[in-house]
């Protein structure tokens, strides 16, 4: 089961609404895109709904809370710490066994940064930091993805080869993305938020950017 | 200028440090100050590293009881800093860090004697309950998201491995090695009470009037600390610390029947031991209190109020000599030189030499604090001010000073000193010791007429006081928005 079924999601600042009330409901299989101006609430609907779902879900978030000082291995294979026991993450953080560097250079392959396994994250650029982020949730194998915006910084090439990966690896999906073409492309339900609310939702193969622009 | 509350703050400090002169009892005592003066500087500039065959040993334990000691610290600060939230871990910390090194190695004294075990234990409980403040601190500081983005399930311990720790590995070592320079200077002086450390051998080349001696000892400690980085290395810290206990010398045997007979009868208070009940009690701490308490916290109060003033203007003159705002390389170089001279000598040591050299008053207590606290804030004010950028037209000399450097250095500077305050309180308690009529005077004086019970009191009286400064220190810091990171 990686679908959920959210009802009376609400979250305020300072006293003041931000989001909801509104329900959200998503299928198994379904790939959701948020879209939206910033500051629509985007960012706080993933929290919520990632708050919600918890133990079923890989987030990304905008900020990606990467361990800095620990290399790029480390930070991805902290995406299945609870699989292993106490000692086994122990030694690791030592010194990795074989299994679990292999597959995570695989993984780390398949996003061009195999080299960069044995690198601290606090020395890469803004996109290598992202890719190790999705690394992450690829690696923890959860069948739904929540992210908020997983490729603002990377360039045109590389974010369709990711958006395609995510697409293709996760069976259920809600992703923030401010970019209408890479929404549109990879997703097949577009939800727009504007003021906290679900101001759009619809199929994609029913919506063209025209309609999306609005909501901008 | 007035309105200003930093302004204001400094004014009515100086105040009270001036009326404070009023009441403190300055005087140059000895016969022939400025002879005994040259003398020693004689002594410093011919050294003899030869004379003593027991300097290398004293020189070895030094480092050893510093290792030991602080590795012990580390470890339990570390474990207690995983629990410091606890409100009672905090009081239990504040408690055992306001008692100095010194009051620690004295109660050891009476019960463990001249075992190894009391010069460890007196530095490790002291670190502990600082390493368990600090480290707590470094811990909260880390970044919480990626602990959160951790999958449910995962362990306590793995969690706290990967997520906390990587991020706070490097400021922790860094306070860490910092901490092991400070454990170098209390090492040294644990001495002065008879370990078979530095200051034991400093004493008694002093009281012989060796002033070579002396001279090569303290040379020899500014080398040990100055070369520091150079041999604490993280590759070789595992071999100094488990070779370390080797080399804290045998001591001399502990007699378990000491060490119950100190806890069942000698802190007993004594109108209790003799069945005078709680009216004999009243009378016993009355006395106390009005003899020996009242006059060791007015004069210990006056001593570190006038100290800490004496701390601010040596830091604010001491500090242009490292500043690359002011003179040339050579003079920074010397500037450089000065300042670790001063902040490595403890001020327990300089105000021994000094009272030698001046006879008994609070000035060179006095002195003694202002030297080595105005050396550390000085170091730390001057490289700060070397990372200010002046516009190419900025005006020179003294004008640079008072109109482009001190304004922008004076929050940092006061929070220093402010930081500094408890540890000023702390420092002028043990001086005592010596012989200037502070807490520690009373506390010694009560453990030699065998009184261990009074002794016990005043030192509870001496961590309340300095645990009082702290929370007022802390609170003058945060009313006018002052922060610092932790220095010893």
């Known amino acids: 089961?990686?679908?959920?079924?959210?009802?009376?999601?609400?979250?305020?600042?300072?006293?003041?609404?931000?989001?909801?009330?509104?329900?959200?409901?998503?299928?198994?299989?379904?790939?959701?895109?948020?879209?939206?101006?910033?500051?629509?609430?985007?960012?706080?609907?993933?929290?919520?709904?990632?708050?919600?779902?918890?133990?079923?879900?890989?987030?990304?978030?905008?900020?990606?809370?990467?361990?800095?000082?620990?290399?790029?291995?480390?930070?991805?294979?902290m995406g299945r710490l609870d699989a292993n026991a106490t000692w086994y993450n122990v030694v690791t953080l030592m010194r990795p066994f074989a299994k679990d560097s292999q597959e995570v250079k695989e993984l780390l392959s398949e996003l061009e940064m195999s080299e960069k396994a044995w690198i601290a994250a606090a020395s890469l650029s803004g996109g290598q930091r992202q890719r190790v982020a999705i690394a992450r949730a690829l690696y923890r194998k959860s069948g739904l993805l929540l992210a908020d915006e997983p490729v603002s910084a990377l360039d045109g090439p590389m974010a369709h080869q990711i958006m395609r990966l995510l697409k293709e690896r996760f069976q259920t999906s809600v992703i923030a993305l401010h970019d209408v073409e890479l929404a549109l492309a990879y997703c097949t339900r577009i939800v727009g938020i504007q003021g906290g609310q679900i101001a759009l939702d619809e199929p994609s193969e029913k919506l063209t950017p025209a309609d999306i622009m609005p909501l901008y | 200028m007035l309105s200003s509350p930093i302004v204001r703050t400094s004014l009515i400090f100086t105040a009270i440090a001036l009326v404070g002169l009023f009441f403190a009892d300055i005087a140059i005592t000895s016969a022939n100050p400025w002879k005994d003066l040259g003398r020693f500087f004689f002594g410093i500039i011919t050294p003899d590293f030869f004379s003593t065959e027991g300097l290398a040993t004293a020189l070895l334990r030094t480092v050893a009881f510093a290792f030991v000691g602080v590795a012990l610290g580390s470890a339990c600060g570390f474990l207690l800093a995983l629990v410091y939230r606890a409100y009672p871990v905090r009081i239990f910390c504040a408690f055992i860090r306001a008692i100095h090194e010194l009051f620690w190695a004295l109660i050891f004294l009476q019960f463990f004697g001249f075992h190894p075990l009391t010069g460890v234990l007196a530095i490790a409980i002291p670190y502990s309950g600082i390493f368990a403040k600090v480290y707590s601190e470094i811990l909260e500081e880390a970044d919480p998201e990626p602990g959160r983005l951790l999958p449910p399930g995962t362990s306590v311990i793995s969690t706290f491995l990967y997520a906390r720790i990587p991020d706070c590995w490097v400021q922790m070592r860094t306070y860490t090695a910092y901490r092991l320079e400070c454990g170098l200077r209390s090492s040294a002086i644990l001495g002065f009470v008879g370990l078979p450390t530095l200051g034991f051998y400093l004493e008694s080349a002093f009281s012989q009037g060796h002033y070579s001696d002396a001279g090569a000892m303290l040379i020899l400690f500014y080398v040990l600390i100055a070369t520091l980085p150079l041999w604490v290395k993280p590759k070789l810290l595992p071999v100094y610390i488990l070779g370390a206990p080797f080399f804290l010398g045998e001591g001399l045997p502990?007699?378990?029947?000491?060490?119950?007979?100190?806890?069942t009868q000698d802190i007993v208070p004594s109108p209790l031991k003799n069945e005078e009940g709680w009216a004999g009690m009243g009378t016993w701490l009355g006395d106390l209190f009005i003899n020996q308490a009242m006059p060791g916290i007015w004069n210990t109060v006056i001593l570190t109020q006038i100290a800490l003033v004496a701390t601010g203007i040596i830091a604010l003159l001491a500090f242009p000599l490292i500043s690359t705002h002011f003179g040339g390389p050579v003079r920074r170089t010397s500037g450089h030189v000065f300042l670790v001279i001063l902040r490595s000598t403890p001020e327990y040591i300089l105000a021994y030499i000094l009272l030698q050299l001046w006879g008994p008053s609070m000035l060179p207590a006095v002195v003694a604090l202002a030297l080595h606290n105005g050396g550390i804030i000085g170091h730390l004010i001057g490289r700060q001010s070397s990372s200010i950028q002046l516009r190419p037209d900025a005006p020179k000399g003294v004008n640079r000073y008072t109109y482009e450097l001190v304004p922008r250095v004076y929050r940092s500077f006061l929070a220093f000193l402010f930081y500094r305050w408890e540890i000023i309180m702390r420092e002028t308690a043990i001086l005592g010791i010596l012989g200037i009529y502070t807490l520690g005077f009373y506390v010694d004086s009560a453990i030699q007429n065998i009184q261990f019970d009074k002794a016990m009191v005043l030192i509870l009286i001496t961590a309340s006081l300095n645990i009082g400064v702290d929370i007022l220190g802390r609170f003058i810091r945060k009313k006018l928005a002052l922060q610092t990171m932790p220095t010893c």
């Open chain 2, 254 to 263: 502990i007699v378990w029947g000491n060490v119950t007979r100190f806890f």
């Open chain 1, 1 to 77: 089961m990686s679908g959920f079924d959210l009802t009376d999601l609400t979250a305020s600042f300072g006293g003041e609404r931000v989001i909801g009330p509104l329900s959200l409901s998503v299928k198994e299989g379904e790939k959701v895109a948020l879209v939206g101006r910033s500051g629509a609430g985007k960012s706080t609907l993933i929290r919520l709904v990632y708050q919600q779902v918890e133990s079923m879900a890989s987030l990304v978030p905008q900020d990606l809370g990467l361990v800095n000082s620990l290399p790029v291995f480390h930070n991805v294979y």
